[in-house]
């Protein structure tokens, strides 16, 4: 069964259990992909994976082709994107400048349009690529996702807007990051089964959190192990358990405000995968 998730810490945490067979997996076998967030996005698109690690934007997108699974999301307080510069900037001048996105699907990217909807001069790059593209002043400004938040001052660029908090601000609610997704092609039993070994692999990781060490290390972006370990513990929350009705409402209310602006034109009612 394919099986796709980033190389991010908080993934490669989460789902070591389920990769490497350390849980009950109750007679399924993965084919494991590790890809960027927005690479995976794209293959959501095309229905390629049966599991399959999702930014919230792009679950909206794809509701019709994939559900919810309750376990194994990025959602959560005081995790949201930053957008950040090298040299001061003030938010009305955004509309005028380049401005870096991790990917057009993005949660990020999102946020970024409900937050600053002046931003014209949008440019998708990898993640990973959007520091050094600010500090060298090709970008203006650029939207921070995963260790980014943990390295950004450090490397001499400045907030301009926590926009995670610009949600939480206008909402109450915490931000909806990532989700885990699995395909409406599995019958009903199947998608349940699935959902119970997600969660029996993130609850894994969460009582046993050297056990992922050695997997965390070989695919983290950034080597020093005090930035993963600050990663893990940001983006690995109690809604990366379950979602409970809290993160499903906040979610609810993401979705909501996405099709207010016209991102997404409709939605399907059967948004989650519940487990019986």
């Not at 259990?17 to 590790?34: C, N, P, W, Y």
């Not at 301009?160 to 990051?177: M, S, Y």
Request: with cysteine.
């Amino acid at each position: 069964m394919n099986f796709f998730f980033s190389p991010c810490p908080n993934d490669t945490f989460m789902f070591d259990a389920m990769v490497h067979q350390k849980i009950d997996t109750e007679g399924l076998s993965f084919a494991v992909r590790m890809a960027d967030i927005e690479v995976l996005n794209h293959a959501a698109f095309n229905e390629e994976a049966a599991i399959t690690k999702l930014s919230y934007h792009a679950a909206a997108l794809v509701a019709g082709k994939y559900k919810i699974l309750p376990s194994g999301s990025a959602l959560g307080y005081g995790n949201g994107p930053l957008l950040v510069s090298r040299d001061a900037i003030s938010p009305s001048t955004l509309a005028d400048v380049p401005v870096a996105i991790p990917g057009k699907y993005t949660t990020a990217a999102l946020l970024l349009k409900m937050a600053f909807p002046q931003v014209n001069h949008l440019h998708e790059m990898v993640f990973s690529d959007i520091e050094t593209a600010v500090l060298n002043g090709t970008m203006a400004a650029g939207t921070l996702i995963h260790e980014g938040r943990f390295t950004y001052a450090a490397k001499g660029l400045r907030l301009i807007a926590d926009l995670g908090q610009c949600w939480e601000q206008r909402t109450a609610q915490p931000v909806p990051l990532g989700c885990m997704a699995v395909s409406r092609k599995l019958d009903g039993a199947t998608q349940q089964k699935i959902a119970r070994v997600v969660r029996r692999s993130v609850e894994f990781a969460l009582n046993n959190p050297q056990e992922s060490a050695a997997f965390v290390a070989q695919h983290a972006q950034e080597i020093n192990p005090r930035v993963t370990g600050q990663h893990i513990q940001l983006y690995v929350t109690d809604f990366s358990l379950d979602l409970g009705d809290r993160g499903r409402t906040a979610v609810a209310q993401f979705f909501a405000e996405a099709l207010k602006i016209g991102v997404i034109d409709q939605l399907p009612e059967d948004l989650f995968v519940t487990v019986n």
